[in-house]
């Protein structure tokens, strides 16, 4: 069992920055990789970034050079700087943990928090 909270939503202006921070309990030993996706209004969900248990990160293309995650092993912490946003980057993020387990791989979601981008 894993429990993710997200944190640091909020309301920016197109070209500002803001920072999300998720926090992961519980069995974090097995998680192998952790990141954030989102979902905007009618919208289907889709990874953002997300981070590896080794260490190596993944971006959708549309935030490459924008957006910087990282973790903190030692607080069992993620964040996501976004920089330069813009009004597309509205949505709601959610925080994503794919944990192993010997029959296979689990996905923890956290609740989920607004970030909206205005123009």
């Known amino acids: 069992q894993v429990q993710l909270v997200e944190s640091g939503g909020g309301l920016v202006q197109a070209g500002g920055s803001l920072r999300v921070s998720c926090a992961a309990s519980?069995?974090?030993?097995?998680?192998?990789?952790i990141g954030w996706y989102r979902q905007g209004p009618g919208k289907q969900r889709e990874l953002v970034a997300d981070?590896?248990?080794?260490?190596?990160?993944n971006y959708a293309d549309s935030v490459k050079g924008r957006f910087t995650i990282s973790r903190d092993n030692a607080k069992n912490t993620v964040d996501l700087q976004m920089n330069s946003l813009k009004p597309e980057d509205t949505a709601v993020y959610y925080c994503?943990?794919?944990?192993?387990?010997?029959?296979?791989?689990?996905?923890?979601w956290g609740q989920g928090t607004q970030v909206t981008v205005s123009s």
């Open positions: 994503h943990a794919a944990v192993s387990a010997g029959w296979g791989r689990y996905d923890y």
């Open positions: 981070i590896s248990s080794g260490g190596s990160t």
């Open positions: 519980g069995r974090t030993f097995g998680i192998v990789a």
